[in-house]
């Protein structure tokens, strides 16, 4: 059901945890299965330093995650905002159609993160 990128994602995720108290989160929920995502975020200058995240769910969730968190770190604010779900999906070899919901998760939390990122600091 999983190619062998997910699979590894899943056993091994990258950046798995929490920040610090200066780290900003962002957190979203599916309602459709109840998987929730948390990512959290260090800044500097505009560019993400660290990230990390917590996903309670599938291994599509979890695996959708990590592969986030290496595919955002370094990058500008403005750059990760442009990563999308499908753009997560590609750089996991795909993932089963009835799975895609839940790389929407780790999108959706990187970009509530980044939003109070910058509302905190505006």
């Known amino acids: 059901m999983y190619n062998k990128t997910v699979i590894d994602h899943f056993n091994n995720p990258r950046n798995i945890g929490e920040l610090g108290n200066s ?3 962002g957190e979203v929920s599916s309602p459709d299965c109840g998987d929730t995502t948390f990512i959290y975020l260090d800044v500097e200058d505009n560019i993400i330093q660290d990230i990390r995240f917590k996903t309670f769910g ?6 959708s995650s990590s592969m986030l968190t290496t595919m955002a770190k370094g990058k500008t604010l403005e750059e990760a905002k442009q990563i999308t779900n499908d753009d997560i999906v590609e750089a996991l070899g795909g ?17 509530k993160a980044i939003d109070e990122y910058e509302q905190s600091h505006s």
Not at 58 to 63: P, R, S
């Open 95 to 111: 993932l089963p159609e009835m799975k895609i919901h839940c790389s929407v998760l780790a999108a959706d939390a990187l970009r």
């Open 58 to 63: 599938c291994a599509a969730a979890i695996a």
């Open 23 to 25: 780290a900003v989160v």
